[in-house]
């Protein structure tokens, strides 16, 4: 197969999204051809976080109207497989894309592959052509979501190792509850970068916890004590309180990447998932690995592609479909703890 195009489709959480990706012979994204990226932020926001049946109601109309305004005046064929989300995510939010890619298999029969979410963040570091040129294996990435923290061993395309994770709460899950505690609303990571450029990260002293522990485990879920106990004092100031538990979570995160891939022995590391939208996080990991790890290449996903998008599960689909791999579309089904 020369290249190829193919439509992707993300249902997973509280993004709506539907891409149209050429790849070439290699799997090599050449072209986003259309990208179209539906937000319910403001739907959950009222909620102070994502309702999943609200989620799933919400997807089934935008995933129609996606898909029309990307296919456009294309013919309904006009793509050469589609790869949707399979896993992990909210049940009924992940079979709404599941249930519209089937049936455009059905209508095609074009090949259909489930794409693991997670391996959809790894691959969206991928869509960068910068980034493609410099990518060397083994790397390791740091996966940091809303719902995942994972330090990621990639010995090749589609061959990972899960080498350290968060014990309890995701990175993007502490800077949410973290927000929800100060009144900031959901999603908190935004919210609280935003506010801590302005403030002094050192003005309240909080936890790092495991940051000097051996292991490449991680644990957020203590920050959220501390916070309330600074929060319910009273008077706080947020822009100081914002930077502050901005420099903890980065630290921690950083600390523990470094760790791994000096224990791994990477050629690459990579940033991806919702957090790595967080400039404090891009920049100061950067400087670790320029720093700390001599010759070893940093990539990070373009901000655009950190948060949930179909573009990078389009690009994830590729690598699975150059192996081979494709679902029978009678038979693929969501799988809300589907691992890496
Ligand atoms: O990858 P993603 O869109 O969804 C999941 O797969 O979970 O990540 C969403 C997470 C949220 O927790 C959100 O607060 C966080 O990414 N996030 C950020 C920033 N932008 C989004 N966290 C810190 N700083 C940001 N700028
Ligand atoms: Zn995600």
């Known amino acids: 197969m020369r290249k190829f195009r193919i439509l992707g489709l993300e249902t997973s959480c509280d993004e709506t999204s539907v891409a149209l990706l050429d790849v ?15 937000s319910q932020i403001e739907i959950h926001a009222k909620y102070g976080g994502v309702v999943p049946e609200v989620a799933a109601r919400t997807h089934v109309a935008e ?49 259909i592959v489930g794409v693991n979410h997670l391996e959809g963040h790894l691959a969206s570091a991928w869509l960068l052509p910068e980034n493609r040129r410099r990518w060397t294996f083994p790397a390791l990435a740091l996966l940091v979501s809303g719902g995942h923290t994972e330090l990621v061993l990639m010995r090749d395309f589609c ?3 899960v080498v350290g994770s968060t014990r309890d709460d995701a990175a993007g899950e502490a800077f949410d509850k973290s927000a ?39 644990s957020f879920s203590g920050l959220k004590t501390a916070i309330r106990q600074v929060v ?33 022995r990477v050629k690459t590391v990579l940033l991806v998932g919702g957090v790595s939208a967080n400039a404090r996080l891009r920049s100061d ?20 592609f950190s948060t949930d998008n179909a573009a990078m599960i389009a690009a994830a689909g590729a690598w699975r479909l150059l192996r081979g791999e494709s679902h029978d579309w009678k038979k693929i089904d969501a799988d809300p703890e589907l691992a890496l």
């Open 159 to 161: 061959r990972y190792e």
């Open 24 to 38: 070439g012979a290699r799997g090599e994204p050449i072209r986003l051809v259309k990208h179209a990226v539906s």
């Open 285 to 304: 990991l950067e400087r670790a690995v320029r720093t700390q790890l001599k010759g070893v290449t940093f990539l990070k996903t373009p901000v655009k």
């Open 63 to 111: 995933v129609v109207a996606l898909l029309t305004s990307v296919l456009g005046s294309r013919p309904l064929g006009a793509f050469d497989a589609i790869a949707v989300t399979r896993g992990p995510g909210l049940a009924t939010a992940l079979r709404v894309g599941i249930q519209a890619a089937q049936t455009l298999a059905w209508l095609t029969g074009k090949p």
């Open 180 to 218: 929800k505690l100060m009144g900031l609303g959901y999603p908190g990571g935004p919210a609280i970068s935003r506010l801590a450029l302005k403030g002094r990260d050192d003005a309240y002293k909080l936890p790092r916890p495991m940051l000097h522990d051996p292991s490449l485990d991680m």
């Open 232 to 264: 319910e004092k009273g008077s706080f100031q947020k822009n100081d309180l914002s930077a502050s538990i901005e420099a903890a979570i980065v630290d921690v995160l950083i600390a523990k990447t470094i760790r791994a891939a000096k224990k791994t």
